[in-house]
C-alpha cells in the first residue's frame, strides 16, 4: 500500500514537471495553434538562469527566487522575440512552424554549448528544500512538494490572467475570432506577442524547477518536450483543467507501471493509452463545440 | 429520372444549449427547385449540415427510403446527396478537369484509380458543357473567377451524380450576369434533379424558385410557392420587422464566422 | 440535352499544349540519373566515397515516401524513424543470427556479452528464415503503420496532433529499444554486421554490389512514386492535401485515401533502413528516435517536398552536407542545420524545386495571358 502511494506521490510529481512544461504550451498550442519545439530550449533558459545567478548570489535559496522571474522574463523575452522574427510569418502554415522551430532549437542548443560548454551543470538547491518530509508513511522529497505547489501556483495565476484581466479577454477573443477582435479594436498583433512572451515565460520557470530534480544540460529540454505537447493533445486545447488532469494522470500512469514494468515498457505503454484516448476523444478531454468545422 | 425527394422530420440540432435548428419538418418533392430562405441564424446551413452528416442532429431525415442521421457523411453523399459551401470549395492545384474527375469517381475501384486517366469520362463531358466550363477545362481551378468556381461546384455535384442537390448561397458575391446564367443552369439542372438552394437574395429567389421555404430561429415558418410566401403576414413580420410583439431575442449565433 | 447555353463569356484560352521536348523530359531525365548513379558514380568515386553515398540513397529513399505522404498528402510524417528501424532491425536481426551461424554459435555475439541465458528469444526465431526476413523488413512498418493510421486517421486525429504522435512513437520505440539490451542490444543497437546472404561484407567488391542494389532500389521507387502521383490516385491525394472535407462530401472516405500514402511511404523506409544495414553495418536506436525522424524530413523540405526530384537530391544533399561539414566543423554544422531548417521551411516551403519553376516560368512568360478577374 505504501509503496503504491509512494509511487502515486513520485507519478504527482512527474505530472507536476509536465504540467509546468505544458503549461506554456497550452498558450502558444493551445491557444495560438504554434507548435513551438524551441519551448524546450525556453526551459534551458530558464535552468542556465538560475545556473548563471547562483555563480553571482551564493544563497542558493535567494538565487533560486530571484531566478523564478528573471528566468520568466528572460525565456519570455526569447519566445517574443521568436514570435516576431519567424513564427508571425507562418500562422497560416502551422505544420511548417514546427520544422522552422526545431531549426531554431538546433541553433538554441548550440548556442548553449558555446557559453556554457556541452557537459552538464548542476546548481546547489536551497537547504530547505533538500530533505524530506513524511506523511503517513509516505516519504515526500521537498523539492518534489517545491515543485507541485509552484506549478498550481501558476495554473491559478495563468487561470486568474486568461478569466479575470483586459489581456485575458483579448487572448479569448482573438482566438475565438481573430477577424472580429482585429474589426473591434483589438491590436491580434500585440496580442500574440504577449501570449508567446507568457507561454514562453513559463517555460523559462519551468527550468528554473527542473534544476532542483536534474542536472542542467543544451539538450535537456527536448527529453520533456513532446512529452509536453502529448499532454496538451490529450487534454485537449481549449481549456486549462483538460492539461492539468492529463498531466497528473500521466505522470502517475508511468511512474506506477514503471514500478510494475520497465521504464521503456512503461513509455510504450502509455503511448497506447495515448492513441486509445484519442479513439474515444479525437479533439482531446475538454473541447469547445462549435458549428461547422469543416 | 427526376431526382429523389427528401422527408425530414422534427430535425433538432443543439450547439451548447443553444438549438440552432428547433423542430424542422420538410417535404421536398422530386424534382423540386426549392429555396431555403430566413435571416441570419434561421438554422438554414445548419440545416443542410445536418442532412450531410456534418453535425450532429435528432429526429428524422429519410432520402429514397433510407434514414441518413447517424450515417457517415460520405455514406451520405454515395446515397446521392451533394452539396457546395457557402465559399466555394474546390481543389485549387488541380485543373478543372481534375477536379470534375474526382468528383466522378467514388464508385472508381483500386485499379482503376492507381492508373492514369485516359481520356475523359462521358459524364465529365457532359457537365463540361452544362456549366460552360469547357474551354477552361485544363486550367487550375484555384484562377478561375468566383462565378466559374460555384459552376466548377455545380458541375462536380452532377458528375458525382447526386440525386439531390444542397447549394448554400451559389450567387453570392456574382454580378447580375452571373446570377441570371447561375439561375438558368439551375433550372436546367433540376429537369432531372431535385434542388434546394440556400440563398438571401430575394430578386434572384422571385426569378427562379419553384418552392419555397422560410426559416426563422430554427423553424419553418412559412411554405408554399413565391406568392403565397410573399404574402404571409409572418414573413413579412420577420423581413421589415413590422412586429406587433416585442422582438424576440437578438439572434445569438452569427450564419458564418 | 438541347443546346446548353454557356454560363461563362469564355475567354480566350491558350491551350496547354505538350511541346514534344516535354513529352521526353522526364524520361530522360530518369535515363541520366539512372546513368548518373549506375554508370557514371562507380567509375569516379572510391570505394569509401561509393558507400557513403549508397547510405545517402538509403536516406533518398525513405525521402520518396516522404515526398509521396507529406509531399502530396500533407500527412506530417515526422516518425518515419520508426520504419526505418523496424526495415533495419528486420534485415539486422537476421544477418546477425546468419553471422552467427556461419561461426558455428548458436547466439549472436551481443547475446553471449550480455548473458540472459543461452536460448534465443522466441521473436528472434523466425528471422532466420531470409525469406521471412526480407519479407518482414517491408510488411512490419507497413502493418504498424497501417494500424496506426486506421486508429489515427478514422477518427480525424489530424495536422499537429498526427505530427505530434508520430514524434512519440519514434521516441518509444527508441526508448523501448534501449531498454530492451539483452535482445536488441540496447543503445549500441546492433552492429558488426559481417556478412549479407552469404557475401562477406569486408570485401570491397560486395560493397559495390550493395551500392548498385541500392541504387537500383531507389530508381525503382522513384518510377514507382512517379507513376502513383500522376494516377487519379494521385491526384485524389491531393485533393484530400487541399480540403479534406470536400472530399467526403464527393463520396470518398479521406482515411483510406491517407492510409494508403502513410503505409507506403512506411514500406519504402522500412526498406531503405534494411538496404542501410549492409551498406553501413549497424542499425541502433541513435538512428530511428525524434532526431533522425525529423531528420528524413528536413531533405524532402529543403529539396521541395512536394517534387519527387527535389525531395531525392534534397536528402543527399543534406546527408552529403552533414558527414562533410560535422566531423569537422560540429558547431558550425549545428547552425548551418538550424538556419536551413529556418530558410528552407519558413522562407521557400516549395524547397529548392520551387526556384526551378520560379525560373522556368520567367523564361516562358506566355503562359499566363487572358486572365479573367
New interface residues.
Given amino acids: 500500500m505504501t509503496v503504491i502511494l509512494n509511487q502515486s506521490f513520485t507519478g504527482i510529481s512527474i505530472g507536476a514537471v509536465l504540467l509546468l512544461i505544458a503549461l506554456g504550451l497550452t498558450l502558444t ?1 493551445g491557444q495560438m ?1 504554434v ?1 513551438n519545439m524551441a519551448h524546450g530550449e525556453f526551459i534551458m533558459a530558464g535552468a542556465y538562469t538560475t545556473y548563471v545567478l547562483q555563480k553571482s548570489i551564493s544563497s542558493a535559496g535567494v538565487s533560486l527566487l530571484v531566478a523564478l522571474p528573471l528566468a520568466f522574463l528572460v525565456a519570455g523575452a526569447m519566445g517574443a522575440l521568436l514570435e516576431w522574427l ?1 513564427i508571425r ?2 500562422y497560416t ?4 512552424t ?3 522551430t ?6 538554441l ?2 548556442l548553449a ?2 557559453l556554457f560548454g556541452a557537459p552538464n551543470v548542476q546548481t546547489a538547491a536551497p537547504d530547505l528544500l533538500t530533505g524530506n518530509i513524511s506523511v503517513a508513511g509516505i516519504t515526500l522529497a521537498n523539492n518534489r512538494l517545491f515543485i507541485l505547489g509552484l506549478a498550481l501556483l501558476c495554473v491559478l495565476g495563468l487561470t486568474l490572467i486568461l478569466r479575470l484581466t483586459p489581456l485575458g479577454r483579448r487572448i479569448r477573443a482573438v482566438v475565438q475570432n481573430r477577424d472580429l477582435a482585429e474589426v473591434s479594436g483589438i491590436a491580434t498583433e500585440r496580442v500574440d506577442r504577449t501570449t508567446f512572451f507568457i507561454g514562453s515565460g513559463l517555460a523559462g520557470v519551468a527550468g528554473v524547477a527542473l534544476t532542483l530534480v536534474g542536472p542542467i544540460g543544451p539538450t535537456m529540454g ?1 527529453n520533456y518536450i ?2 509536453a ?2 499532454v496538451v ?1 490529450v487534454g485537449g486545447i481549449a481549456q486549462l483543467k483538460g492539461s492539468v488532469i492529463t498531466a497528473f494522470a500521466l505522470g502517475v500512469l508511468q511512474s506506477v507501471l514503471e514500478y510494475s514494468t ?4 512503461a ?2 505503454i502509455v ?1 497506447v493509452a ?2 486509445a484516448i ?2 474515444w476523444r ?1 479533439q482531446g478531454l475538454y473541447t469547445l463545440r462549435t458549428r461547422s468545422l ?1 | 429520372m427526376s431526382g429523389e425527394g427528401l422527408t425530414v422530420r422534427d430535425l433538432r440540432v443543439t450547439f451548447d444549449g443553444f438549438k440552432a435548428v428547433d423542430g424542422v419538418d420538410l417535404d421536398i418533392r422530386p424534382g423540386d427547385l426549392r429555396f431555403l430562405i430566413g435571416p441570419n441564424g434561421a438554422g438554414k446551413t445548419t440545416l443542410v449540415d445536418a442532412v ?1 452528416g ?1 453535425v450532429k442532429a435528432t429526429g428524422s431525415v429519410r432520402f429514397g427510403g433510407e434514414e441518413l442521421l447517424a450515417k ?3 455514406r451520405i ?2 446515397l446521392g446527396i ?2 457546395t ?1 457557402q465559399t466555394a ?6 485543373t478543372v478537369l ?2 470534375l ?3 466522378a ?4 475501384g483500386p485499379l ?6 485516359k481520356g475523359i469520362p462521358e459524364a465529365v463531358t ?1 457537365a463540361l ?8 477545362r ?2 487550375p481551378a484555384g ?1 478561375l ?1 468566383h ?2 468556381k460555384q ?1 466548377l461546384e455545380i458541375g ?1 455535384l452532377l458528375v ?1 451524380d447526386v440525386k439531390l442537390l444542397l447549394l448554400d448561397e451559389p450567387v453570392a458575391g456574382m454580378s447580375h450576369e ?1 446570377r441570371e ?2 439561375g ?2 439551375l433550372q ?1 439542372v433540376s429537369e432531372d434533379h431535385t434542388v434546394v438552394v440556400i440563398e438571401h437574395d430575394m430578386d434572384f429567389m422571385r426569378s427562379f424558385a419553384r418552392s419555397v421555404s422560410v426559416l426563422h430561429a430554427g423553424k419553418v415558418l412559412s411554405e408554399g410557392s413565391v406568392t403565397e410566401v410573399q404574402a404571409d403576414a409572418k414573413v413579412q413580420e420577420v423581413y421589415l420587422g413590422r412586429a406587433s410583439e416585442p422582438e424576440p431575442a437578438a439572434v445569438p449565433v452569427p450564419e458564418e464566422a | ?1 438541347t443546346t ?5 463569356r ?1 475567354t480566350s ?1 491558350v ?2 499544349s505538350a511541346s514534344l521536348p516535354e513529352r521526353f523530359r522526364v524520361p530522360s531525365a530518369f535515363l541520366l540519373g539512372a546513368v548518373l548513379l549506375l554508370g557514371v558514380a562507380p567509375l569516379v568515386l572510391s570505394d569509401f566515397r561509393l558507400n557513403l553515398l549508397a547510405k545517402y540513397l538509403c536516406y533518398a529513399i525513405v525521402a520518396v515516401g516522404v515526398s509521396l505522404a507529406w509531399g502530396r498528402g500533407g500527412l ?1 510524417v ?1 516518425g518515419q524513424g520508426v520504419f526505418f528501424g523496424l526495415g533495419g532491425y528486420a534485415m539486422a536481426m537476421h544477418l546477425k543470427l546468419a553471422d552467427a551461424a556461419a561461426t558455428g554459435q548458436t547466439l549472436p555475439d551481443f547475446m553471449q556479452l550480455y548473458g540472459t541465458g543461452d536460448a534465443l528469444p522466441w521473436w528472434w526465431k523466425p528471422f532466420a528464415d531470409p525469406a521471412f526476413a526480407l519479407a518482414m523488413t517491408v510488411l512490419l512498418p507497413m502493418a504498424v503503420a497501417a494500424l ?1 493510421g486506421f ?2 486517421f478514422r ?3 489530424k ?3 498526427f ?3 508520430s ?3 519514434a ?2 520505440l527508441a ?6 539490451q539483452a535482445t536488441t542490444g540496447g543503445t549500441n543497437g546492433l552492429t558488426d554486421i559481417q556478412g549479407f546472404f552469404g557475401y562477406d561484407l569486408n570485401d570491397p567488391a560486395n560493397q559495390r554490389t550493395v551500392y548498385f542494389i541500392i541504387a537500383a532500389v531507389l530508381l525503382l521507387l522513384m518510377a514507382a512514386a512517379r ?2 502521383f ?4 494521385g ?2 491525394l ?2 484530400v492535401r ?2 479534406e ?10 482515411a483510406n485515401v491517407k492510409l494508403v500514402a502513410y503505409v507506403v511511404a512506411a514500406g519504402m523506409a522500412g526498406l531503405a533502413g534494411a538496404l542501410f544495414v549492409p551498406a553501413v553495418g549497424i542499425i541502433s536506436p541513435a538512428l530511428i528516435g ?2 533522425p525522424s ?1 531528420g528524413f ?2 531533405g524532402a ?1 529543403v529539396g521541395g517536398r512536394a517534387s519527387l526530384v527535389g525531395a531525392v537530391l534534397g536528402a543527399i544533399a543534406v546527408a552529403w552536407t552533414q558527414s562533410t561539414l560535422s566531423d569537422a566543423y560540429p ?1 558550425a554544422w ?2 548551418l ?6 530558410v528552407a ?2 522562407f521557400l ?1 516549395g524547397g529548392l524545386a520551387s526556384l526551378v519553376t520560379v525560373l522556368r516560368k520567367r523564361r516562358i512568360p506566355t503562359r499566363t495571358t487572358g ?3
Wanted: aromatic share 8%.
Fill in positions: 498550442f495553434g507548435i519567424l510569418r507562418l502554415r502551422p505544420l511548417d514546427l520544422l522552422v526545431w531549426g531554431v532549437s538546433l541553433m542548443q548550440q554549448r558555446d527536448t513532446v512529452d505537447f502529448l493533445v520497465t521504464v521503456s515498457v513509455k510504450v503511448l495515448i492513441v484519442l479513439q479525437p469543416a | 450531410t456534418l457517415p457523411v460520405h453523399a454515395r451533394g452539396r459551401f470549395t474546390v481543389f485549387e492545384e488541380l481534375q477536379n474527375d474526382i468528383a469517381g467514388a464508385r472508381r482503376t484509380m492507381l492508373r492514369r486517366r457532359k458543357e452544362t456549366t460552360g466550363l469547357t474551354d477552361l485544363d486550367r484562377v473567377a462565378g466559374q459552376w462536380m458525382q452571373e446564367a447561375t438558368e443552369l436546367r | 440535352m446548353t447555353t454557356s454560363p461563362t469564355t484560352v491551350q496547354p506530417m515526422l496506426l486508429l489515427v477518427r480525424r486525429v495536422g499537429a496532433y505530427a505530434i504522435l514524434q512519440a512513437l521516441a518509444a526508448i523501448w529499444l534501449v531498454g530492451q507513376q502513383l500522376l494516377s487519379r490516385y491526384e485524389l491531393i485533393a487541399d480540403s472535407e470536400r472530399v467526403r462530401f464527393l463520396g470518398y472516405n479521406p525524434i532526431v525529423i524530413v528536413i523540405a558547431a549545428t547552425y542545420q538550424g538556419l536551413l531548417f529556418v521551411v519558413g516551403p486572365e479573367t478577374a
